[in-house]
Nanobody, 124 residues
Framework: QVQLVESGGGLVQAGGSLRLSCAAS????????MGWFRQAPGKEREFVAA????????YYTDSVKGRFTISVGNAESTVYLQMNNLKPEDTAAYYC?????????????????WGQGTQVTVSS
């Protein structure tokens, strides 16, 4: 059974940093694409970042470029999202996700596996 478990969310002041972690288990993810999405109240789930498990290619939504970094852990079972210079508009529930291909990367309905989410709140 595939499981994605997020951690690392919390409350931070604007300009601060957080690192989210996603622990993956249940299958070999070396051929998967891993991603992060976020959803604020009353808004649609939004693509944030994605990475090929090999770590060779990364993808970001424009609003987080230069501030967020997605990476994989040495054990190849954890994906991280380092978030720096956080802004109040980054406040949302953040979800880890996995899929087999790069097709439909930014479309949340095209992703197969999901974690339960972790809340990030940025105060002004």
């Amino acid at each position: 059974q595939v499981q994605l478990v997020e951690s690392g969310g919390g409350l931070v002041q604007a300009g601060g940093s957080l690192r989210l972690s996603c622990a993956a288990s249940g299958r070999t993810f070396s051929s998967y694409v891993m991603g992060w999405f976020r959803q604020a109240p009353g808004k649609e789930r939004e693509f944030v970042a994605a990475i090929d498990w090999t770590g060779g290619s990364t993808y970001y939504t424009d609003s987080v470029k230069g501030r967020f970094t997605i990476s994989v852990g040495n054990a190849e079972s954890t994906v991280y999202l380092q978030m720096n210079n956080l802004k109040p508009e980054d406040t949302a529930a953040y979800y880890c996700a996995a899929k087999r291909s790069l097709l439909g990367l930014r479309d949340w309905v095209r992703w197969t596996y999901w974690g339960q989410g972790t809340q990030v709140t940025v105060s002004s």
